[in-house]
């Protein structure tokens, strides 16, 4: 592993979006804001290790050459380089990204195509893709130094392996998917499946959340592109590409000592006080068809259907992070979020009081740590997820409270923390209404006994782990391959 000056090695993270997205506030100026999402909170645990540099896209469109050189100098600080990505953006994101990939890769199957509409088709969004991966490329060029190394990350850049090896096949190149990848009889209705998988063959190693997730790699690239599935990885034409697992963690000392601060404790307060004779029953999801919002509220109503006692016991805080607002998938779960919303609140509420707080929002970090202090259950329902690092956040803020951490099976996190957990299959109202009703009736001591467990797991499995066994793993990949040449 190449080192610069400064002593840690280098590595290019590449994503589609920055740690934080920019808005514009003038001519020459922009306010930069923390990016959502579980991948953005994961490598941020990493960055520190190496001079890393990192990237993706600013998150908004820039037309002019003043301002993107502006936002350029701006990011420049955070160590940060933006991909303009503005005349593909709508057909690479909106379209084959999260409209057809996304739902992919979480057993949702594909949309129906417009056939009324050019610039809805499955190929003019594929080739939009493929250019903006291309873009990627240019810009990964443009700061390149020999000796890096270049990690790759999410089905947003399926291409960008197979385009650095073709530009230098000596970089040493990671891949890793922060989603599941679904089952070969899923992955298989995808029109451009062998190129795809091909693609990201190119890299010399490939790092997957879960074992589940690495074994449905593998077994499509064997029912697929008939490839040899071997202990390390695949094996397609003579090139082996090594295939690990590697659950990603969040960085755990961020969340304890932010909720140690005078002005965290004082919000805490404040909400307890809000709440005050009432349990509370946190959700934290971008606001997503994966994330299952609504089998959420149908298993929150059932419990209050089944449990009258508790009606006036206990509120639903939902914290539904806005995302993806173009994409019509989204926009209809949206809608049917907010329906179910007014109906429970309509069957349940009273003037003086909602059993469900339903908030379009991202709320800022220190108030996020205070609500995940305060919660007594914490309710991730995700109908499949890479992994859901919400739940590790929520016992990393538990030191205190020793809440309980209510899971769905298909969240990579239920592998993880499914010991300590109550898991659910989110689809089943009546699962979800009976873990609700357990998780706040549990005595405290059988509470203590599973945060233990739990809070054990996520200190020691934390991003920094997570980010130092994928990188030595790269390198010792790349010395066996370089090895292979010279044979
Ligand atoms: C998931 C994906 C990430 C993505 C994040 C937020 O965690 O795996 O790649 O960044 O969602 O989604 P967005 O589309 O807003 O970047």
Same mark, same amino acid.
């Given at each position: 592993?190449?080192?610069?000056?400064?002593?840690?090695?280098?590595?290019?993270?590449?994503?589609?979006?920055?740690?934080?997205?920019?808005?514009?506030?003038?001519?020459?100026?922009?306010?930069?804001?923390?990016?959502?999402?579980?991948?953005?909170?994961?490598?941020?645990?990493?960055?520190?290790?190496?001079?890393?540099?990192?990237?993706?896209?600013?998150?908004?469109?820039?037309?002019?050459?003043?301002?993107?050189?502006?936002?350029?100098?701006?990011?420049?600080?955070?160590?940060?380089?933006?991909?303009?990505?503005?005349?593909?953006?709508?057909?690479?994101?909106?379209?084959?990204?999260?409209?057809?990939?996304?739902?992919?890769?979480?057993?949702?199957?594909?949309?129906?195509?417009?056939?009324?509409?050019?610039?809805?088709?499955?190929?003019?969004?594929?080739?939009?893709?493929?250019?903006?991966?291309?873009?990627?490329?240019?810009?990964?060029?443009?700061?390149?130094?020999?000796?890096?190394?270049?990690?790759?990350?999410?089905?947003?850049?399926?291409?960008?392996?197979?385009?650095?090896?073709?530009?230098?096949?000596?970089?040493?190149?990671?891949?890793?998917?922060?989603?599941?990848?679904?089952?070969?009889?899923?992955?298989?209705?995808?029109?451009?499946?062998?190129?795809?998988?091909?693609?990201?063959?190119?890299?010399?190693?490939?790092?997957?959340?879960?074992?589940?997730?690495?074994?449905?790699?593998?077994?499509?690239?064997?029912?697929?592109?008939?490839?040899?599935?071997?202990?390390?990885?695949?094996?397609?034409?003579? !090139? &082996?590409?090594?295939?690990?697992?590697?659950?990603? =963690?969040?960085?755990?000392? /961020? $969340?304890?000592?932010?909720?140690? @601060? %005078?002005?965290?404790?004082?919000?805490?307060?404040?909400?307890?006080?809000?709440?005050?004779?009432?349990?509370?029953?946190?959700?934290?999801?971008?606001?997503?068809?994966?994330?299952?919002?609504?089998?959420?509220?149908?298993?929150?109503?059932?419990?209050?259907?089944?449990?009258?006692?508790?009606?006036?016991?206990?509120?639903?805080?939902?914290?539904?992070?806005?995302?993806?607002?173009?994409?019509?998938?989204?926009? !209809? &779960?949206?809608?049917?979020?907010?329906?179910?919303? =007014?109906?429970?609140?309509? /069957? $349940?509420?009273?003037?003086?009081? @909602? %059993?469900?707080?339903?908030?379009?929002?991202?709320?800022?970090?220190?108030?996020?740590?205070?609500?995940?202090?305060?919660?007594?259950?914490?309710?991730?329902?995700?109908?499949?997820?890479?992994?859901?690092?919400?739940?590790?956040?929520?016992?990393?803020?538990?030191?205190?409270?020793?809440?309980?951490?209510?899971?769905?099976?298909?969240?990579?996190?239920?592998?993880?923390?499914?010991?300590?957990?109550?898991?659910?299959?989110?689809?089943?109202?009546?699962?979800?209404?009976?873990?609700?009703?357990?998780?706040?009736?549990?005595?405290?001591?059988?509470?203590?006994?599973?945060?233990?467990?739990?809070?054990?797991?996520?200190?020691?499995?934390?991003?920094?782990?997570?980010?130092?066994?994928?990188?030595?793993?790269?390198?010792?990949?790349?010395?066996?391959?370089?090895?292979?040449?010279?044979?």
């Amino acid at each position: 592993m190449k080192v610069s000056c400064g002593e840690k090695p280098r590595l290019l993270v590449v994503a589609n979006r920055l740690p934080v997205s920019a808005k514009r506030t003038g001519e020459n100026s922009w306010s930069l804001e923390m990016s959502p999402g579980g991948l953005v909170s994961g490598l941020l645990g990493v960055r520190a290790q190496f001079d890393t540099k990192w990237i993706g896209w600013p998150g908004v469109d820039v037309y002019d050459d003043v301002g993107k050189k502006s936002l350029c100098s701006s990011l420049a600080e955070m160590k940060c380089i933006p991909v303009f990505l503005e005349e593909v953006f709508d057909q690479y994101y909106n379209g084959y990204c999260n409209g057809i990939l996304w739902p992919i890769l979480h057993h949702m199957g594909l949309p129906q195509e417009d056939h009324n509409d050019r610039n809805k088709t499955y190929q003019t969004q594929y080739d939009a893709f493929k250019k903006a991966n291309r873009m990627f490329l240019d810009v990964i060029k443009e700061n390149y130094e020999e000796g890096d190394i270049v990690w790759c990350h999410d089905y947003h850049l399926m291409f960008l392996p197979q385009y650095l090896k073709e530009y230098n096949s000596k970089i040493k190149v990671g891949w890793f998917l922060h989603s599941p990848f679904p089952s070969s009889e899923v992955y298989k209705t995808l029109p451009s499946r062998s190129e795809l998988l091909r693609s990201v063959l190119a890299a010399d190693l490939l790092g997957f959340h879960t074992y589940d997730f690495a074994r449905h790699f593998v077994s499509t690239c064997t029912r697929i592109l008939g490839a040899e599935g071997t202990h390390e990885g695949v094996m397609d034409h003579g !090139k &082996v590409t090594r295939v690990a697992v590697f659950p990603i =963690g969040i960085d755990p000392d /961020r $969340f304890i000592n932010t909720c140690e @601060l %005078p002005e965290v404790k004082q919000q805490m307060n404040e909400l307890k006080e809000r709440f005050a004779g009432k349990k509370v029953i946190l959700g934290v999801d971008r606001l997503d068809m994966i994330k299952g919002i609504p089998q959420k509220f149908l298993g929150f109503e059932k419990f209050l259907e089944e449990n009258p006692n508790w009606r006036d016991k206990v509120v639903l805080v939902q914290i539904a992070v806005p995302t993806r607002n173009d994409v019509p998938e989204y926009r !209809k &779960v949206k809608a049917q979020v907010h329906g179910l919303v =007014g109906r429970i609140n309509g /069957r $349940f509420g009273c003037v003086s009081s @909602l %059993p469900i707080h339903h908030l379009d929002c991202s709320v800022n970090f220190s108030y996020l740590c205070a609500l995940y202090a305060i919660a007594d259950v914490m309710l991730v329902t995700s109908l499949r997820d890479g992994m859901n690092l919400v739940s590790y956040e929520f016992v990393a803020c538990q030191e205190a409270k020793k809440g309980v951490l209510v899971l769905s099976e298909f969240a990579g996190a239920g592998q993880s923390l499914g010991a300590g957990a109550l898991l659910v299959n989110p689809w089943d109202v009546i699962e979800v209404s009976s873990a609700i009703r357990e998780a706040l009736n549990m005595p405290a001591e059988e509470r203590e006994k599973r945060h233990k467990v739990n809070i054990q797991y996520v200190k020691t499995y934390s991003a920094k782990k997570w980010g130092d066994d994928f990188m030595s793993e790269l390198n010792e990949t790349f010395s066996e391959s370089e090895m292979r040449i010279r044979k």
